[in-house]
């Protein structure tokens, strides 16, 4: 029997770190019709903290528009996550970072590469992209408009 590996379309039930070292219920952050954009991304990782600072620079808007909320969840592993902190301090990042130390939840979305960019809303994957080129933001951004309605 073989068995076909389905991406998934709903975020995995399991804990993510904080950078304060607190755990939280990963479900909790797009409960009540809160729409969040979710950035797998590394500090290594050149197009994923490309695409996280081209964000960044419309963010305040998108904030605005359409009350959307972003988490960076780095996959940095136990070697370079104490480069996330620093890194993010020093790009001024206003949004919610999250850790994924072991990849568990890369491996949950069968994601092999990242940046893997996530439209989530009551935990529900509306839409996901993979990569980053220059403009990637504004067609996720035109999603985001689509789905705050």
């Known amino acids: 029997m073989t068995s076909i590996l389905i991406a998934q379309d709903v975020l995995p039930k399991m ?9 939280i219920e990963l479900s909790s952050i797009s409960e009540n019709d809160q729409l969040v954009v979710v950035s ?6 050149v ?22 909320k972003l988490y960076a969840i780095s996959v940095d592993d136990a070697r370079t996550v104490k480069r996330v902190r620093p890194l993010v301090s020093g790009k001024g990042w206003e949004f919610d970072i999250l850790l994924d130390t072991n990849s568990d939840l890369k491996r949950q979305l069968n994601a092999p590469t990242i940046p893997v960019t996530l439209l989530v809303k009551n935990n529900k994957i509306l839409f996901r992209h993979s990569g980053y080129t ?9 999603k985001i408009k689509e789905f705050s309605k």
Do not use: H, R
Request: with cysteine; net charge negative; proline share 4%.
């Open 40 to 45: 797998l991304w590394a500090t290594w990782c």
């Open 134 to 142: 220059p403009g990637s933001e504004d067609e996720l951004y035109e």
């Open 47 to 68: 197009p994923c903290k490309n695409e996280l600072d081209a964000i960044s620079e419309v963010y305040d808007d998108w904030v605005d528009e359409t009350n959307v």
């Open 15 to 23: 804990q993510v770190e904080t950078l304060d070292g607190d755990n």
